[in-house]
């Protein structure tokens, strides 16, 4: 009698993981090869190099006005010099906080400029997944693949319009 009931519990398992199609993606090969990842790449690059001109500019700034001041510190009065000190280390002050906004500038740009490309792609996924009836998984959380797996990242490939 028990042997009837384990089998009559385990019969709708099995009959569904018999259905189960389960496939994989590649997600960042997909993504990496989006022309939307270039436009990103190149609106951050003009980002950081406009920062990296503003930094470059403080720096020289700050290195003449060391030059001047190790060059005059012997010639002028203490209360100039106490002045030329205050201003260079204002200005280091200024330069630590440019880089900071950078990064976190830089950063919240690339998150800003990424999602609308992730949401693309997941939704893509999400579609192929629901017109071929796959449960689809990302081939990075995949430790090994068996004969019956699916590879579907060319069907999100061409469901995005990407070669």
């Known amino acids: ?12 398992i099995c009959m569904v ?8 993606v590649n997600s960042n090969d997909i993504i990496s ?14 980002l950081r ?3 990296q001109k503003d930094l470059k500019s403080m720096n020289d700034e700050y290195e003449k006005k060391m030059s001047d001041y190790i ?19 204002d200005l280091q002050g200024r330069m630590e906080i440019l880089q900071q906004a950078a990064v ?13 490309i992730l949401d693309k792609v997941r939704k893509a996924i999400e579609q192929v997944g629901e017109e071929n009836d796959y449960t689809i998984f990302d081939s990075s959380a995949i430790l090994a693949k068996g ?4 590879d ?11 070669k």
Do not use: H
Request: no cysteine; aromatic share 4%; proline share 5%.
């Open 49 to 51: 190099n406009s920062y």
């Open 71 to 89: 060059s005059q510190k012997d010639s002028l009065p203490e209360n100039i010099l106490m002045n030329r000190v205050q201003d260079i280390q």
């Open 33 to 46: 090869s989006m022309p939307e990842i270039t436009a990103m790449q190149n609106e951050l690059e003009a």
């Open 1 to 12: 009698m028990k042997k009837i009931i384990v089998i009559m519990l385990l019969l709708p």
């Open 104 to 116: 976190k500038d830089i950063d919240s740009k690339q998150n800003e400029l990424f999602e609308p």
């Open 152 to 162: 579907a990242t060319d069907k999100v490939r061409a469901k995005l319009g990407l």
């Open 147 to 150: 004969k019956g797996v699916i």
């Open 17 to 24: 993981a018999q259905e189960l199609k389960i496939a994989f």
